[in-house]
């Protein structure tokens, strides 16, 4: 496979994105520097690559194929026509580890001019198309298997609201109702049901790799934010471990040993017997974060209050939604083999090292 050298100008046209407002209300994401923000009735663009500009995730690569609108945390690229393929630029992007480029002396930034500048070697269009195909296929599975995972936790949760919120739990036509709530429950705040989880040691985003063996836990959209083979990083609680993004408002259940990125994740764990894991994951997933104050989502979800029920019906609720999860586990174990293959052939597909 031959391949030319050129420029990353070359092959690709720069956009800014642009402010946005916070009360906006619609059906076309809003992209920041890690993923979807929010929501607006405004349209930017389509079909392109959007790059981390600033901060923590300076230099994220991801790709909206639909209407969206870019923050100005973001630069939007598209591919010039008839030289590169738009597969192909973003994981020849996701390949080049943008972050290692940023400059600036209070947070990581980006630029057009630096990335405009950055040397690439890429071959054919019919070749981009080949390997892009290749490296398409396991994110095909990946995403599938991502919906699987959002069907059953949103089967969790009906079922959640259903006993909790509704309070058609079993035997609810024979318990008493005071005050709105269940005798025997209560409403208590989080921060009173959950226990201290110990320090360890966390990985830098800079040294974050792919060719680890323990995945990282962050605040990115994505489940497996990179690896490391650092055992010192190792998180082993016992319990499936619930991660909350304190920027992101991003909540995840970990049920396997990890490493925790160094970029404000909180670590929650139950500490009574009437809040198990699952149950206390199902709670916080109905709490409502998006008027809190951005930079202290965790002091307000510990001052939430969520509904506590009898120990009984607790466990009823745990020995239900426990096979949901188990499920759940299993695609995030095929996730797991899934993304290490893709990650394993991209630097390999995109050196030309092996032949399509």
């Known amino acids: 496979m031959k391949l030319v050298d050129t420029t990353l100008a070359n092959i690709l046209d720069f ?41 923590a995730y300076c230099g994220s690569v991801m790709r909206c194929k639909d209407e969206f609108w870019a923050s100005d ?39 057009q001019t630096t990335l405009k500048q950055i040397k690439i070697k890429i071959p054919n269009i019919d070749e981009q198309k080949r390997i892009a ?12 298997n991502q919906k699987q995972i959002k069907l ?25 109702i005071v005050d709105g709530v269940p005798e025997g429950w209560e409403y208590k705040e989080v921060g009173s049901l959950i226990s201290k989880t110990p320090r360890t040691k966390q990985v830098k985003k800079s040294e974050y790799n792919n060719s680890g063996e323990i995945p990282i836990i962050d605040q990115s959209r994505e489940f497996i934010a990179g690896y490391t083979d650092d055992r010192e990083t190792i998180v082993d ?34 500490g009574v017997e009437e809040m198990p ?20 989502h965790f002091k307000y979800l510990k001052a939430s209050k969520i509904i506590v029920p009898t120990k009984n019906i607790s466990e009823e609720f745990e020995s239900i939604v426990e096979i949901y999860f188990k499920v759940i586990q299993i695609l995030i174990d095929k996730i797991f083999l899934l993304q290490k293959s893709r990650d394993f052939l991209l630097p390999k597909l995109m050196n030309g090292e092996i032949e399509v």
């Open 15 to 55: 956009y800014n994105g642009k402010v946005t407002k916070s009360s906006e209300q619609g059906n076309v994401p809003i992209y920041g520097s890690n993923g979807i923000i929010g929501l607006t009735n405004r349209k930017l663009y389509k079909d392109a690559i959007i790059l981390g500009r600033v901060g």
């Open 73 to 111: 945390n973001t630069i939007v690229v598209k591919p010039k026509q008839d030289i590169a393929n738009i597969n192909y630029c973003y994981y020849l992007l996701k390949n080049l580890n943008l972050n290692n480029y940023a400059g600036g002396a209070a947070q990581p930034l980006i630029t």
């Open 133 to 144: 195909n290749i490296l398409s296929a396991y994110d095909d599975l990946i995403d599938n």
């Open 237 to 270: 609680l016992g319990v499936p471990v619930i991660v909350f993004g304190d920027h992101t408002r991003i909540l995840k259940l970990i049920n396997f040993p990890f490493a925790k990125g160094a970029d404000g994740t909180q670590l929650i764990v139950s």
């Open 152 to 176: 059953l936790e949103e089967a969790a949760m009906r079922l959640y609201k259903e006993w909790f919120v509704n309070l058609r739990f079993p035997g609810y036509e024979n318990t008493k």
């Open 277 to 296: 894991q699952h149950l206390l994951y199902c709670s916080l997933l109905n709490i409502d974060l998006s008027n809190y104050h951005y930079a202290r």
